[in-house]
């Protein structure tokens, strides 16, 4: 326990959990203050986050290094994991959706160009393991072009379309799975030698004893799910008191709130002159939400959900997911970086963001986002 | 004589012969059963695709390498040609274009990732002349353009689509036809050193007597276009009653019955570690079919199809072959082949074929594919 | 003054100078002969560029570096700049935007195949600084991203599309000049040793005094601004005389003709083997439109246009300038070059304008390119 607080005193993002109780006590006697709620839930959900962050590090360094990995590589993503399972529970489907879109984009290139940014205005010219980078944009591209094909189908031939989604998008949901356990057993068992420098991990934070990390696991998990919860209710209240759309609070503002820990890590190993740490954790975030979150995600809909989810996106957020995927095969092609290639990646980045704050709210994407169970 | 029969008592799949002369009783006695004369005329192009092959390789080992390699080069998919031929006289165009389109996708995803599959079980990293893969996937791309502007085309702009799909279809088939002959003179002619290794050919095997290659060419090919009329008479109810749509059919079964050889011969590559002429064949068969194959059945159209026919596709087929040359392009970029670059090439296939699979029997495609002589 | 003189008498080109007071007397005296006056036109128009384009050269050598980098990268499109004004201030958007699009796609293909295919032929493998081809494709690419977007979402969302496509083109507008500035804050303050070899200018060619400069190029440019008056009424009648499409003569001729001065620097490095030089400038001045003369002209309308102009494109040229810039990008990515990767870059603008040049007069381009001012 002494671990935790000494975690929480040296680190000043913790102290946002004194947010949590807040949050809690908020949406207990003010449930229509929806734009407080938002707030409180985001400022809620950061440390949360970071917490469990440093708690699955902890475990995967006290298991070894296969089942270490496999396990920060699954958990890497819980925070959205959790938050998408509570918009699937109020089936919210399309903020699913937007969320799973926009935490690719917004992993691939905003948490991508911003590390090539930091580390570019520290040093010069930044060298990365390419080998590595090249699997993770490899990954990326392949569960880019399971995720668009439904799209594309259904978009050239809409009577083939509409009749075949449903089943394509479990057959989809599986080989995504399969392609994601052919991954780690490939980079973590028989090529492990080929990811050598992406494997150090955070070696300047020690290690919580296993008990403490588990309990932290288990705890945080719990909070997050109960404060997603709050912030998948209000977020589109509180969206609109914003000024922004749905479409941009799905796939920029839950993005961002859910990708806030592993951001944290990627930015101070860029500063620290360890961008092949930045580059597996953008890369490798992006790939996972893909090949492992969007696959549960969907067999998660056929439990938990009021109907079956698929795996068709709204057309503009295929084309966004294929833009930057593509651009962050290019960019990493080479091994070498400098601050105009992050400056360059953020602008895509920002091209995509400011289109979808521009999106009226009468559009086909806003209209489908509006809540199911409002209906 | 003597070298074709130890040929055939070496060779295993040769023993498929058997089922030449079964598949022509069959078609004279039993000619309403179209499965039988289906599964029947797969056995039976399999092994006479193996001895084509073997025949162009001979020919090509005694006429010297310029024009050896471009005898082999230009009969390499001389099954492809014969079926789509056969096709194309019984006025089935969407079969013809399904062809090509699924020739292109099987042999830069199927034959590509399979080949790094088995080789990456062998060894742990396979390296291979990437100047070589290089130009097979740039001829390829460069194809893809011009096979996907009449569909962009006619999808942008319907009006202007309609009026000079025919004409810019004839002159996308010269400029196909003029690359191609430019790709071979830079290949066997300008800069033939930078292809070194690629051009080694089946060293393992002694080539036939120049007379043998020449008498089996011909009666092979006549054997081909005979079981080939069988076949694409009996495809489409055999796939029926196997529950295949057309689609698929067209796309993977026929590409894959006419590639087998080609395939084998990859596939044993690999296996020696050869991986340049894994990568020579498939990259170089599809580029082929693009550059060579396909002009030459439109041209062709004009003579001997009922109409003539255009390069406009299906919009999902082309997608498919954009999404198909594009992975081909990014992956044999490196040079370095492991067996988990090839299990996710296979899987963007296992997408592709999923997909067609699914698709109902009324989708556009499938419409369209009906054959136009039973209307 | 005798320095201009020895100029002309120096480049056989220049005396095409003399069509400059041709075509001010033939539009005075015969302003219906429109094939006659654009004819004038494109000749009087492809000395001026030159001379243009040496003053500019003549100023940058004089400036220093960074300031003369500045100059050269911003008034080496100026013909095209010109032209396009004079026709934004016709109200003719749909040339404007055509010859944006043009003037990207036949940059990166025309003008880099053919400075391949010219040095290919002199020698057997050329190389270049892949590191500043990678950064002029990386910024082509950026822009690109932006011009699609537009056509995208409103592509894929109609009722989105309609709304706001007028604040997103400013936006993006607003966004490409920074990321311009941020490139040549990159490229000529921060990064400068990188980009060593393609800083070296025409040191064939002494510099003017920076009078004689300063003067030429404010003389020369009024020139084009009236010689450009002449071209863009005429370009539309004297097209269909010639059996062009207006989308034909926007895409491709309007393209080839403000380009034609580049042209002759790039194809004369490509031929000393200085490849840097030819590479640079036609990826450096197709990027420059993309991200500098297009906001430019989108801001511009604001002020000198009739209504406000947007960034929406033509779908099928969105299509070709993504697929050049693709295709600009695979091909600069080795930083070697021979003779059959230029005839390859060239076949895929041979493609796209073949099938400019059969678009039917009726389609919804070439009704779109209509003069305003006429209805």
Chains 1, 2, 3 share one sequence.
Do not use: C
Not at 57 to 73: F, I, P, Q
Not at 135 to 151: E, N, V, W
Not at 335 to 352: N, P
């Amino acid at each position: 326990m002494s671990a935790l607080l000494k975690e929480i005193r040296h680190n000043p993002l913790l102290w946002l959990l004194a947010f949590v109780p807040v949050v809690f006590a908020a949406s207990k006697f003010k449930p229509e203050a929806h734009t407080l709620l938002f707030v409180l839930s985001v400022l809620a959900i950061v440390p949360l986050a970071a917490l469990l962050s440093h708690a699955t590090e902890s475990v995967a360094a006290k298991t070894g290094d296969a089942v270490g990995g496999l396990l920060n590589a699954t958990l890497g993503n819980l925070t959205e994991l959790v938050i998408a399972v509570t918009a699937l529970r109020a089936g919210q489907y399309m903020l699913v959706k937007a969320s799973i879109a926009g935490a690719i984009v917004t992993n691939s290139l905003f948490m991508l160009g911003a590390s090539f940014l930091l580390g570019g205005f520290k040093y010069h010219v930044q060298e990365y393991n390419r080998v590595s980078a090249r699997l993770q944009a490899g990954l990326l591209f392949l569960a880019t072009i399971a995720l668009l094909i439904p799209s594309a189908i259904s978009k050239a031939d809409p009577v083939a379309g509409a009749a075949i989604t449903q089943k394509l998008s479990v057959g989809l949901a599986v080989l995504l799975t399969v392609a994601y356990g052919l991954g780690m057993l490939f980079s973590l068992k028989t090529h492990r030698e080929l990811f050598a420098s992406a494997q150090h991990g955070d070696a300047g934070e020690a290690p919580w004893p296993i008990g403490l990390a588990l309990a932290t696991l288990a705890g945080v998990t719990l909070l997050v799910a109960l404060v997603s919860e709050v912030f998948v209710e209000s977020v589109q209240k509180a969206a609109e008191s914003f000024g922004m759309t749905p479409a941009f609070v799905g796939f920029i503002v839950v993005a961002l709130v859910g990708g806030a820990a592993e951001m944290a890590s990627a930015f101070s190993g860029a500063r620290k002159n360890r961008l092949d740490l930045s580059v597996g954790i953008a890369l490798g975030s992006a790939a996972q939400i893909a090949l492992f979150v969007a696959p549960v995600l969907l067999l998660a809909s056929y439990f938990i959900g009021p109907t079956p989810m698929d795996l068709q996106f709204w057309p503009g957020a295929v084309v966004m997911i294929f833009l930057a995927t593509l651009t962050a095969s290019l960019v990493t092609n080479s091994g070498r970086s400098t601050w105009f290639v992050g400056a360059a990646v953020l602008m895509v980045y920002l091209i995509f963001a400011m289109t979808l704050y521009l999106l009226p709210p009468r559009s086909e994407l806003t209209r489908l986002m509006q809540p199911i169970i409002e209906k």
